[in-house]
């Protein structure tokens, strides 16, 4: 169990390179999840597009929560936007840069799972293979309007006894892949130029005041992880300390048992911290009365 706990702090780290290994990954595994997953559209006009519709976009929803939860600085992001005032104020520029970094990772994963499954073309053609104009095909000129939605509902299962001898259920199918397909090729152009223009034209802005977001966004999330740090090494101390007071008089038994008691100096991180008060006090100030960044 602590090698597990230690795994996933790691992952939890404020490292962009580990927090894009993760968005790598997430974007894999839709990859991965997609292709292994057994797409059949129920060919029914009041159910196609619930369903096609469903698929392309409930997964993306799970991956992006997927994304916000595995990225550590989402919480202290939100911890720094809801914190009060205190002495030290809040910097706006600084919350929208770790809400700006937060988001594009995020949306890696989803945005790869729609792109698939557009290129794919089998959830656009579950979805509107009922809303094709039946006239433009031939094949569905001599049937009933009733007939026609149900044979459009049926384009996508090729194996239906209805459509095994229609010729246009290729038509159609190609008519929507296509679009399909021209859809995720355009989404797919559009993401990569406006990521070759932010890269590009980034150095163009204030550039001083990026430097200053990110120093300090790095800044907000180390600090949070060294006061967890600092709060759990001064719990060891106090839980050391109290049992050592509560077995005052078998501490010979504890030094041969080779527990060991604490070394000189060691309880200075108490600052003389004596009862649950006391430091229940200091976790508020330290909440509700942040210091103020000046060490001078």
């Not at 919350?95 to 594009?104: A, E, F, H, L, N």
């Not at 892949?177 to 859809?183: D, E, N, T």
């Not at 504890?254 to 006391?278: A, C, M, V």
Request: glycine share 4%; with cysteine.
């Amino acid at each position: 169990m602590d090698c597990f706990r230690m795994i996933f702090q790691y992952f939890q780290s404020n490292s962009e390179s580990v927090m894009n290994g993760i968005c790598g990954l997430l974007a894999l595994a839709s990859v991965k999840m997609y292709t292994c997953f057994d797409f059949s559209c129920p060919c029914l006009p009041q159910y196609n597009m619930a369903y096609g519709l469903g698929i392309m976009f409930v997964p993306p929803i799970a991956l992006f929560l997927c994304g916000l939860i595995l990225n550590r600085q989402s919480l202290v992001m939100l911890e720094e936007w809801r914190r009060p005032q205190g002495h030290r104020k809040k910097d706006l520029a600084v919350i929208r840069y770790m809400c700006s970094s937060i988001m594009q990772r995020a949306m890696v994963a989803p945005v790869i799972w729609i792109i698939v499954t557009l290129l794919d073309g089998k959830c656009l053609i579950c979805a509107f293979s009922s809303s094709v104009d039946p006239e433009k095909f031939v094949g569905f000129a001599s049937t009933s309007p009733v007939q026609v939605q149900q044979l459009l509902a049926k384009v996508p299962c090729k194996d239906d006894e209805l459509m095994r001898n229609n010729t246009s259920r290729k038509a159609v199918s190609r008519y929507l892949r296509c679009w399909s397909q021209a859809l995720g090729w355009s989404i797919l152009l559009i993401l990569t130029m406006a990521a070759f223009l932010t890269r590009w034209l980034r150095p163009c802005f204030n550039q001083a005041a990026l430097l200053q977001a990110r120093h300090w966004s790095n800044y907000i999330d180390i600090e949070q992880k060294i006061f967890e740090e600092t709060c759990c090494e001064h719990s060891r101390l106090f839980a050391h300390t109290c049992i050592l007071h509560f077995f005052e008089s078998m501490q010979q038994e504890i030094k041969l048992h080779s527990f060991s008691l604490p070394r000189e100096g060691e309880g200075n991180l108490l600052r003389g911290i004596t009862d649950q008060d006391q430091m229940n006090k200091l976790l508020k100030m330290w909440y509700y009365e942040k210091p103020p960044l000046d060490v001078s």
